[in-house]
């Protein structure tokens, strides 16, 4: 396959400006039409969906199932507002959603993405203590790095400073404690130990902070951008659980990027069999084809809110009968094609593929993840872990020079927004064993063309 340089083309140079603004200026093709894990542009080039998005494409691009349920839906009302009406598109899906959670996690609050999710699982939090007279508890301790949404309330609780330094004094920061970066350290405990070490400095911080004051502490079962699909340790899963039913502390765990099966399980939490108190979810819960999010908890904590008046919180499209109706189709369309299972044995061989890749660059440190959701961190010295000067931007040109080959995929900073390098691989979760060798070659030039432009080891 030929080096390609990501240059822009000669369709882009001649739209008209946009009127448009995002992260940068910086013009991309114009898209077409999607189906399966490909996207196809207005000037002919085909990409491999090897993200899923922002890993959100679950079940893959226009499903011919979930379109049709939309357009059924469509015919009948896309809007009817949660105060004046129920519908049952948002009551059938609090159904199905209530069935595939952890026993008990059966009241839904539905909302239109993952920042309003994480944010409504405070809140929620947040009135449930008082409601129960615990006026105190207002701190949510979070990790870093950690990504957990952009809205205020959500980037409160997001350890990540390249993206939370400007708006600061607007907010209110939360106490953090590290993330468990086990395969990182270097000393003499076994991983067990290690993830009881990193699960134990929560508890060092709730006794720092004043147990009586702390709310709810949140977190990935499996990491997303922040970390890269960081997994801990097994032990640090069920010792966070107790460690927080000891201080009478809520456990949210932030299932927005690794839930709705990506991971091979139909949440992250699944794969220890963890019971947090609440769950947010999204991105694959409407899989791109509507907006929509979602928050979980057990009517032990809904209740008191309902006694109190009810939650003091609320959003225009919450239960939204058009999204709700794309959300419903796609968990049918999940269980129809059997994708959580596909999910976990395309996982094994994705997984297995990249850490073939590892050992042709060793300048790739750790490859991680569970099932569909995985990462890879780049490192310049792969025995003392010094980070790729920053300057030299590794990840992003890793990222364009897939990009420029036909692969899409993610990655950002892995130390708080500002410092280290990784990718993301997440395709749809309908990929097969053929679309994954695809896939992995396109990664291989890449980093083949990364290595000789930044100096960077390579075997063989």
Partial sequence: ???????????????????????????????????????????????????????????????????????????????????????????ELAQELANKLPAGMDRIFFVSGGSEATESCIKLARQWAVATGQPKRWKVITRFPSYHGGTLGSLAVTGDDALAETFTPLMRVMPTVPAPTAWRDRDNLSMEQRGIRYAD???????????????????????????????????????????????????????????????????????????????????????????????????????????????????????????????????????????????????????????????RFPFIADVRGKGLLLGAEMVADPETLKPIDPARKATQRLLDLAYARGLIIYGRKVKGGVDGDNFMVAPPMIITREQIGEMVAIIGDSLEALAAELDLPVEG
């Fill in 1 to 91: 396959m030929p080096k390609l340089e990501a240059q822009p083309s000669s369709q882009t140079e001649e739209r008209p400006p946009s009127h448009l603004f995002y992260l940068s200026s910086l013009r991309r093709p114009l898209v077409d039409r999607a189906e399966g894990i490909y996207f196809w542009t207005k000037d002919g080039r085909r990409f491999i969906d090897g993200s899923s998005g922002p890993m959100v494409a679950n079940i893959g691009h226009s499903n011919r199932n979930v379109l049709d349920a939309m357009k059924r839906q469509m015919d009948k009302t896309t809007f009817a507002y949660r105060l004046h009406f129920e519908n049952e598109p948002a009551e």
């Fill in 201 to 359: 400095m929560l508890e060092e911080k709730i006794q720092a902070e004043g147990p009586e004051s702390v709310l709810a502490f949140i977190m990935e079962p499996i990491g997303g951008a922040a970390t890269a699909a960081l997994v801990a340790p097994d032990s640090y899963y069920p010792r966070i659980r107790e460690i927080c039913d000891r201080y009478g502390i809520l456990l949210i765990h932030d299932e927005v990027m690794s839930g709705a099966g990506r991971t091979g399980k139909f949440l992250g939490g699944d794969h220890w069999n963890c019971s947090p108190d609440i769950v947010a979810l999204s991105k694959g819960l409407g899989s791109g084809y509507a907006p929509l999010g979602a928050l979980a908890a057990p009517m032990r904590l809904v209740e008191p809110l309902l006694a109190s008046g009810g939650f003091q919180h609320g959003h225009t499209y919450a239960g939204n009968p058009l999204a709700c109706a794309a959300g419903l189709a796609v968990l049918s369309e999940m269980d129809r094609l059997d994708l959580i299972a596909n999910a976990a044995a395309m996982g094994d061989v994705l997984i297995g593929e990249l850490k073939a890749l590892q050992k």
